[in-house]
């Protein structure tokens, strides 16, 4: 098949990325990006680390409000996937890329497979159910990560091509996990000089976490955690960061902000961190294949596996700073996380559960 | 706190469903704001349309205009947006299955303010049509669902929207149509047009039939052998004939060939009509209300109900001479058991359900 493969975000170049070589193997790729995270600095270490072929065609639809960048993807891609003509086009996740896609392509005529179906948060307040109830309606193809992806699925009327096969980026972290079990892999990750189990690994990138009462809630969680001899290493998205800086909160001196990291310096930051805090449903779910503890800052998640179950080691705990220590206290005290942080890189392993393979196939 | 509420329309067919909410709406003392996408615009839709149909004016027209499906729903959420980040309307009202129906909601989705649906729950189950795609999104982000026909509850139900969303009110289409038949003259517009006693009216714009050159000289076929039968008169746009046109599709005395119609006159036509051929979706509801025999050329159609309790039926290109002759042999003015709550009533029933809504929400008690 000629599958037209459609991305915008950091999350989702990465999934593309999991999927690409079995992609590959049995089917012609157009690979599109439209730009909604598109900056240059991506464009060289984030492509190599990833083994990401560059994209065939970059749209360049970034900033704007929600309707502005959804309406310029509409009008792009519409004209983009006329000139490709491809059989399929295939999208992932939850992004305004992932709905204007979708929309284009049903329009068109074109069956879309969406990789990652079926998550619910329940929550429509959130930009990303909008778009994931729709995409899932309108796809051909719905590819479920879960057993509750495809529950959630069949409740919506939604049960022929339906797949469960599990998480492409569970492949994904699976093959690179060699490449992040040595301590050097941290080297590069704020200025150098962590310690395995000796920091917290955080990421804050929702649009619902841009409020200042969010950016305070959070801010002060960090403050509440972060120790001289337990520092939080905090990732922040671009936009998040600008709207910290404008509200003029500034995290204490135990928080060290960095750039969103690459692939590859996550996983290891999440390996090797005593614990992990984030809003990120990719990170938690990275979090719980590599054993390490999360606290999810956001009241509901659409990952209710990693939090359900007696051995959950992944706590909602919101914006709640003393729900956030106390998980802390439980899940890694200071005493023994370092010596289980070491264990789980050297011993960890991941299973996979052959997603993207089977994808490549159920796409004929 | 929020206080108007919003109705989105951007095509001649919703202002005609919108038209009997409105008033309903306004009766109860609701402030509205009436927000045209500019999606369609041409001079039937004039002064003189708002005014003959008693529709008040938009307040705001967005001048979307013509073009491309991405480009029309772009505009229109742009738009839109900007409406409403300004002033967030307490409810946003859409209507049927057009690309401004499918923007409105995608834009109140997001800005999260609820939406309801008027026509909802309509599905041909072709997504082959752009108007299926407009219809599931919608449904699926409203927050207040008004159905036409009982069968729209289990075709929403089974997509997982919660039956506390669904009201079964009727179709206020039907509203309009009753509400203005008293002016249809079908003698007056019949002479107008030269056309004898027993005539048929074709309408035609759906893609499927008059851009794609195969189907087009099948409908022309069609349209040869029909004509053979009675005499027809076609309104059709200068735009949208050029493929029917080179299908060999000419203007004759058995086949007029005229300019688009204004309401009254195009139902005045239809009224008096011995049979209509269409491949529209309004019509087949009207000539249903009507008693007038109708032709769907389509493969299915979403207003089932047209067929099961009016006078509409499927027909392929190729059937429609055998099923003119069928109609012709059988009695003049055919009546159905006619779809429940067609009524000329819906309008005031979703202004009541939207009243009470409002105030539910207001107490705090609704979702």
Known sequence: MRLANVVGTRPQLIKAAALQPALRQRHDEVFIDTGQHWDEAMAGTFFRELGLRPPDKILGIGGGTSAEQTGRMLVALEATLRAVAPDAVVVYGDTNSTLAATLVAAKLNLPVAHVEAGLRSFDRRMPEEINRIVTDHLARWCFAPTEAAVANLAAEGLTTEVHLVGDVMRDLAARTLSEVRRPSALAGIAGGGLRTGEFLFATVHRVENRAPDAIRGWVGLLDTVARADRPVVLALHPGTREAMDALGVVPSTNVFVVEPLGYRSSLAAQLHAAAVLTDSGGVQREAAWLGTPCLVLRSSTEWVETTEGVAASSVLVGLDAGKARDALDRLAPPDRAPAEAARRAREQTIETDGATESIARLLA | ?367
Not at chain 2, 49 to 70: A, K, M, Q, Y
Request: net charge negative.
């Open chain 2, 1 to 367: 706190m929020p206080h108007h509420l919003a109705h989105v329309i951007g095509a001649r067919p919703n202002f005609i469903k919108a038209a009997p909410v409105i008033r309903a709406l306004r009766e109860r003392g609701v402030p509205q704001r009436i927000v045209h996408t500019g999606q369609h615009y041409d001079d039937r839709m004039s002064d003189v349309f708002f005014r003959d149909l008693e529709i008040p004016t938009p307040d705001v027209n967005l001048g979307v205009g013509s073009g491309t499906h991405g480009e029309q729903t772009a505009a229109a959420m742009v738009g839109l947006e900007r409406e409403w980040v300004a002033d967030p309307p307490a409810l946003v009202v859409v209507y049927g299955d057009v690309n401004s129906t499918l923007a409105a909601s995608l834009v109140a989705a997001k800005l999260g303010l609820p939406s309801a649906h008027v026509e909802a729950g309509l599905r041909s189950f072709d997504r082959s049509m752009p108007e299926e795609i407009n219809r599931i999104v919608s449904d699926l982000l409203a927050e207040l669902l008004f159905t036409t026909s009982p069968e729209a509850e289990g075709l929403l139900l089974a997509t997982g929207v919660p039956a506390g969303r669904i009201r079964f009110v009727g179709n206020p289409m039907i509203d309009t149509l009753l509400g203005q038949r008293a002016k249809f003259d079908s003698g007056v517009e019949r002479e107008r047009q030269g056309l004898p006693e027993t005539y048929g009216v074709v309408t035609l714009h759906r893609p499927s039939n008059v851009d794609d050159e195969a189907s087009a000289r099948a409908v022309v076929g069609a349209l040869d052998g029909l004509s053979a039968l009675l005499p027809l008169v076609i309104p059709l746009h200068p735009r949208g004939r050029a493929t029917l046109d080179a299908a060999g599709l000419h203007d004759s005395e058995r086949l007029r060939i005229v300019e688009p119609l204004g309401y009254v006159t195009f139902l005045s036509l239809v009224a008096g009509a011995r049979l209509v051929l269409t491949d529209s979706g309004g019509i087949q509801e009207e000539t249903t209300i009507l008693d007038i025999p109708c032709l769907t050329m389509r493969p299915n159609t979403e207003r089932p109900i047209t067929v099961t309790h009016g006078t509409n039926r499927l027909v392929a290109p190729d059937e429609v001479v055998a099923a003119a002759r069928e109609i012709l042999a059988g009695p003049l003015r055919p009546t159905g058991p006619r779809p429940p709550l067609w009524d000329g009533h819906a309008g005031e029933r979703i202004a009541d359900e939207i009243v009470g809504w409002l105030a539910a929400r207001a107490a705090g008690t609704a979702a």
